[in-house]
T-cell receptor
Framework: AQSVTQLGSHVSVSEGALVLLRCNYS??????LFWYVQYPNQGLQLLLK??????LVKGINGFEAEFKKSETSFHLTKPSAHMSDAAEYFC?????????????FGTGTRLTIIP | NAGVTQTPKFQVLKTGQSMTLQCAQD?????MYWYRQDPGMGLRLIYY???????DKGEVPNGYNVSRLNKREFSLRLESAAPSQTSVYFC?????????????FGDGTRLSIL
Protein backbone atom coordinates (compact mmCIF):
# COMPACT_ATOMS: atom_id res chain seq x y z
CA ALA A 1 0.00 0.00 0.00
CA GLN A 2 1.18 3.49 -0.72
CA SER A 3 0.44 6.82 0.95
CA VAL A 4 1.56 10.45 0.86
CA THR A 5 1.75 13.00 3.64
CA GLN A 6 2.07 16.70 2.90
CA LEU A 7 2.99 18.68 5.98
CA GLY A 8 1.28 22.04 6.10
CA SER A 9 -2.01 22.57 4.31
CA HIS A 10 -1.16 26.27 3.95
CA VAL A 11 2.25 27.86 3.42
CA SER A 12 2.94 31.58 3.05
CA VAL A 13 6.22 33.03 1.82
CA SER A 14 7.33 36.49 0.81
CA GLU A 15 8.02 37.26 -2.82
CA GLY A 16 11.68 36.45 -3.48
CA ALA A 17 11.98 34.06 -0.53
CA LEU A 18 12.70 30.34 -0.61
CA VAL A 19 9.74 28.05 -1.21
CA LEU A 20 9.79 24.67 0.59
CA LEU A 21 6.82 22.32 0.36
CA ARG A 22 7.17 19.03 2.19
CA CYS A 23 6.17 15.57 1.02
CA ASN A 24 6.78 12.22 2.70
CA TYR A 25 5.69 8.95 1.16
CA SER A 26 5.15 5.36 2.12
CA UNK A 27 5.51 2.59 -0.41
CA UNK A 28 6.12 -1.15 -0.23
CA UNK A 29 8.10 -1.13 -3.48
CA UNK A 30 10.32 1.48 -5.17
CA UNK A 31 8.16 4.49 -5.83
CA UNK A 32 7.62 6.88 -8.67
CA LEU A 33 6.93 10.36 -7.31
CA PHE A 34 5.25 13.38 -8.84
CA TRP A 35 4.51 17.00 -7.99
CA TYR A 36 1.50 18.65 -9.59
CA VAL A 37 0.31 22.26 -9.42
CA GLN A 38 -3.31 23.42 -9.57
CA TYR A 39 -4.24 27.01 -10.35
CA PRO A 40 -7.75 28.22 -9.44
CA ASN A 41 -10.54 26.61 -11.45
CA GLN A 42 -8.11 24.51 -13.45
CA GLY A 43 -6.96 20.92 -13.57
CA LEU A 44 -3.62 19.63 -12.34
CA GLN A 45 -0.42 20.27 -14.28
CA LEU A 46 2.74 18.21 -13.90
CA LEU A 47 5.62 20.12 -12.30
CA LEU A 48 8.16 17.31 -12.16
CA LYS A 49 8.57 13.57 -11.63
CA UNK A 50 11.07 11.17 -10.09
CA UNK A 51 11.41 7.83 -11.84
CA UNK A 52 14.59 6.32 -10.31
CA UNK A 53 17.13 8.20 -12.40
CA UNK A 54 18.75 11.31 -10.83
CA UNK A 55 17.66 11.97 -7.24
CA LEU A 56 17.55 15.73 -7.85
CA VAL A 57 14.80 16.45 -10.31
CA LYS A 58 14.29 19.76 -12.06
CA GLY A 59 10.85 20.80 -13.20
CA ILE A 60 9.07 23.68 -14.82
CA ASN A 61 8.90 27.25 -13.50
CA GLY A 62 12.18 26.94 -11.56
CA PHE A 63 10.98 24.21 -9.18
CA GLU A 64 13.04 21.20 -8.19
CA ALA A 65 12.69 18.28 -5.80
CA GLU A 66 15.12 15.86 -4.20
CA PHE A 67 14.34 12.20 -3.62
CA LYS A 68 15.77 11.01 -0.28
CA LYS A 69 15.17 7.33 0.21
CA SER A 70 16.51 7.26 3.78
CA GLU A 71 14.01 9.95 4.79
CA THR A 72 11.21 8.74 2.46
CA SER A 73 10.88 12.34 1.35
CA PHE A 74 10.42 14.25 -1.89
CA HIS A 75 10.30 17.92 -0.88
CA LEU A 76 9.65 20.62 -3.48
CA THR A 77 11.76 23.79 -3.51
CA LYS A 78 12.19 27.00 -5.44
CA PRO A 79 14.95 29.48 -4.56
CA SER A 80 12.93 32.65 -5.14
CA ALA A 81 9.14 32.83 -4.99
CA HIS A 82 7.18 34.74 -7.60
CA MET A 83 3.62 36.00 -7.32
CA SER A 84 2.62 33.63 -10.12
CA ASP A 85 3.59 30.65 -7.92
CA ALA A 86 0.47 31.11 -5.80
CA ALA A 87 -1.47 27.87 -6.29
CA GLU A 88 -2.18 24.52 -4.68
CA TYR A 89 0.51 21.86 -4.91
CA PHE A 90 -0.01 18.12 -4.74
CA CYS A 91 2.53 15.38 -4.20
CA UNK A 92 1.64 11.93 -5.57
CA UNK A 93 3.14 8.44 -5.54
CA UNK A 94 2.71 5.38 -7.70
CA UNK A 95 4.34 2.04 -7.17
CA UNK A 96 6.90 0.87 -9.69
CA UNK A 97 4.97 -2.19 -10.78
CA UNK A 98 4.25 -2.77 -14.41
CA UNK A 99 0.54 -2.37 -14.98
CA UNK A 100 -0.14 -0.76 -11.60
CA UNK A 101 -0.69 2.81 -12.65
CA UNK A 102 -2.72 4.18 -9.79
CA UNK A 103 -1.61 7.45 -8.26
CA UNK A 104 -2.13 8.22 -4.60
CA PHE A 105 -2.27 11.95 -3.84
CA GLY A 106 -1.45 13.92 -0.75
CA THR A 107 -4.02 16.33 0.61
CA GLY A 108 -2.32 19.33 -0.97
CA THR A 109 -0.53 22.50 0.17
CA ARG A 110 -1.90 25.89 -0.71
CA LEU A 111 0.95 28.33 -1.35
CA THR A 112 0.37 32.04 -0.77
CA ILE A 113 2.92 34.63 -1.90
CA ILE A 114 3.15 37.82 0.17
CA PRO A 115 4.09 40.90 -1.88
CA ASN B 1 -4.09 21.01 -28.62
CA ALA B 2 -7.12 19.91 -26.58
CA GLY B 3 -5.61 17.16 -24.35
CA VAL B 4 -8.33 16.00 -21.93
CA THR B 5 -11.77 17.56 -22.38
CA GLN B 6 -14.52 17.30 -19.78
CA THR B 7 -18.17 18.24 -20.16
CA PRO B 8 -20.05 19.86 -18.62
CA LYS B 9 -17.93 22.33 -16.64
CA PHE B 10 -20.66 23.04 -14.09
CA GLN B 11 -23.85 21.23 -13.10
CA VAL B 12 -26.45 21.47 -10.37
CA LEU B 13 -28.61 18.43 -9.65
CA LYS B 14 -31.38 17.57 -7.24
CA THR B 15 -31.02 14.58 -4.94
CA GLY B 16 -32.03 11.43 -6.78
CA GLN B 17 -31.39 12.72 -10.28
CA SER B 18 -29.00 10.92 -12.58
CA MET B 19 -26.23 12.34 -14.69
CA THR B 20 -23.31 11.33 -16.88
CA LEU B 21 -20.03 13.21 -16.90
CA GLN B 22 -18.18 12.99 -20.18
CA CYS B 23 -14.43 12.80 -20.76
CA ALA B 24 -12.46 12.55 -23.99
CA GLN B 25 -8.74 12.60 -24.71
CA ASP B 26 -6.97 13.10 -28.01
CA UNK B 27 -3.49 11.87 -27.02
CA UNK B 28 -4.03 8.22 -27.97
CA UNK B 29 -3.61 7.24 -24.31
CA UNK B 30 -4.46 3.74 -23.15
CA UNK B 31 -5.38 4.52 -19.55
CA MET B 32 -8.03 6.86 -18.19
CA TYR B 33 -9.08 7.82 -14.66
CA TRP B 34 -11.84 9.54 -12.73
CA TYR B 35 -11.09 11.40 -9.49
CA ARG B 36 -13.06 13.50 -7.10
CA GLN B 37 -11.54 16.46 -5.27
CA ASP B 38 -12.91 17.59 -1.91
CA PRO B 39 -11.47 20.31 0.35
CA GLY B 40 -8.67 18.99 2.55
CA MET B 41 -8.78 15.51 1.02
CA GLY B 42 -6.72 15.82 -2.14
CA LEU B 43 -7.80 13.76 -5.12
CA ARG B 44 -9.33 10.34 -4.62
CA LEU B 45 -9.61 7.77 -7.37
CA ILE B 46 -13.14 6.69 -8.20
CA TYR B 47 -12.60 4.33 -11.16
CA TYR B 48 -9.96 3.77 -13.78
CA UNK B 49 -9.58 2.01 -17.09
CA UNK B 50 -6.19 0.56 -17.96
CA UNK B 51 -7.24 -0.10 -21.54
CA UNK B 52 -10.26 -0.05 -23.81
CA UNK B 53 -12.81 -2.56 -22.58
CA UNK B 54 -11.56 -2.77 -18.99
CA UNK B 55 -12.53 -0.85 -15.86
CA ASP B 56 -11.58 -1.20 -12.20
CA LYS B 57 -12.67 0.30 -8.92
CA GLY B 58 -10.56 2.86 -7.17
CA GLU B 59 -10.68 4.13 -3.61
CA VAL B 60 -14.25 5.57 -3.60
CA PRO B 61 -16.40 3.77 -6.23
CA ASN B 62 -19.71 3.56 -4.35
CA GLY B 63 -22.55 5.42 -6.07
CA TYR B 64 -20.77 5.63 -9.41
CA ASN B 65 -20.53 3.64 -12.63
CA VAL B 66 -18.20 4.08 -15.58
CA SER B 67 -18.08 3.20 -19.25
CA ARG B 68 -14.99 3.08 -21.44
CA LEU B 69 -16.83 3.74 -24.66
CA ASN B 70 -13.75 3.54 -26.87
CA LYS B 71 -10.09 4.45 -26.56
CA ARG B 72 -10.86 8.18 -26.46
CA GLU B 73 -13.86 8.35 -24.14
CA PHE B 74 -14.45 7.43 -20.51
CA SER B 75 -17.72 8.48 -18.88
CA LEU B 76 -18.76 8.60 -15.23
CA ARG B 77 -22.40 8.10 -14.25
CA LEU B 78 -24.23 8.99 -11.07
CA GLU B 79 -27.38 6.88 -11.05
CA SER B 80 -29.06 8.55 -8.07
CA ALA B 81 -27.22 11.65 -6.96
CA ALA B 82 -26.70 12.34 -3.26
CA PRO B 83 -25.50 15.52 -1.52
CA SER B 84 -22.32 13.66 -0.49
CA GLN B 85 -21.40 13.52 -4.17
CA THR B 86 -21.09 17.29 -4.35
CA SER B 87 -17.51 17.68 -5.50
CA VAL B 88 -15.17 18.64 -8.32
CA TYR B 89 -14.61 15.72 -10.67
CA PHE B 90 -11.45 15.34 -12.72
CA CYS B 91 -10.74 13.03 -15.59
CA UNK B 92 -7.13 12.12 -16.42
CA UNK B 93 -5.29 9.96 -18.91
CA UNK B 94 -1.82 8.59 -19.51
CA UNK B 95 -0.02 6.29 -21.86
CA UNK B 96 -0.37 3.46 -19.38
CA UNK B 97 1.57 0.25 -19.08
CA UNK B 98 4.16 1.69 -16.72
CA UNK B 99 3.47 3.63 -13.55
CA UNK B 100 6.06 6.32 -14.27
CA UNK B 101 3.92 7.91 -16.97
CA UNK B 102 2.46 11.21 -15.74
CA UNK B 103 -1.27 11.67 -15.91
CA UNK B 104 -2.78 14.54 -17.90
CA PHE B 105 -5.84 16.20 -16.37
CA GLY B 106 -8.93 17.92 -17.67
CA ASP B 107 -10.19 21.18 -16.18
CA GLY B 108 -12.82 19.48 -14.06
CA THR B 109 -16.60 19.34 -13.65
CA ARG B 110 -17.99 21.23 -10.66
CA LEU B 111 -21.05 19.31 -9.48
CA SER B 112 -23.50 20.43 -6.79
CA ILE B 113 -26.21 18.15 -5.47
CA LEU B 114 -29.06 19.92 -3.66
Amino acid sequence: AQSVTQLGSHVSVSEGALVLLRCNYSSSVPPYLFWYVQYPNQGLQLLLKYTSAATLVKGINGFEAEFKKSETSFHLTKPSAHMSDAAEYFCAVSEANFGNEKLTFGTGTRLTIIP
Amino acid sequence: NAGVTQTPKFQVLKTGQSMTLQCAQDMNHNSMYWYRQDPGMGLRLIYYSASEGTTDKGEVPNGYNVSRLNKREFSLRLESAAPSQTSVYFCASNAGGRSNQPQHFGDGTRLSIL
